[in-house]
């Protein structure tokens, strides 16, 4: 009986070693919202993004394998940012609305509309 209780006590002990590794690699990758605020404030104004700003943003970037969907070749992307994870925006195709009205700052927001060309820029609403 004895030894059975030492195998169960070094089998729990590797567990909880393994597990505070893991807690300590998810702890720093993480962040807080706070930090990535911080960055973003950081660079609200900048004119060119450079691989030193885009590694203060971007924890990793994960490219899926392409399928092929109806005829169409699809590549599913993910971004990770650092302190936030992955974002989840949404596919444009899904959205029923036919216009979308997107508020940046007050007094200000950003219209964007299916029928709209690409090469127009998105106008702002007042």
């Known amino acids: 009986m004895s030894r059975k209780y030492e195998d169960e006590q070094a089998e729990n002990n590797e567990k909880i070693t393994a597990l505070r590794k893991e807690m300590v690699g998810k702890t720093k990758r993480s962040g807080s919202a706070n930090e990535f605020l911080a960055v973003v404030k950081r660079y609200t104004r900048m004119k060119k ?3 030193e700003i885009l590694r203060e943003f971007v924890d990793r970037i994960v490219v899926h394998n392409r399928q092929r969907v109806d005829g169409v070749d699809e590549q599913k992307v993910e971004i990770f940012y650092n302190c936030v994870g992955k ?5 444009l195709k899904k959205i029923p609305q036919t216009e979308i009205l997107i508020p940046t700052r007050k007094g200000v927001a950003l219209s964007y509309s299916q029928t709209q ?10």
């Not at 974002?87 to 596919?91: K, V, Y």
Request: aromatic letters at 0%; a negative charge.
């Open 49 to 51: 993004l450079t691989p």
């Open 87 to 91: 974002i989840e925006i949404p596919d």
């Open 117 to 126: 060309k690409t090469d127009v820029p998105l106008r702002p609403a007042i």
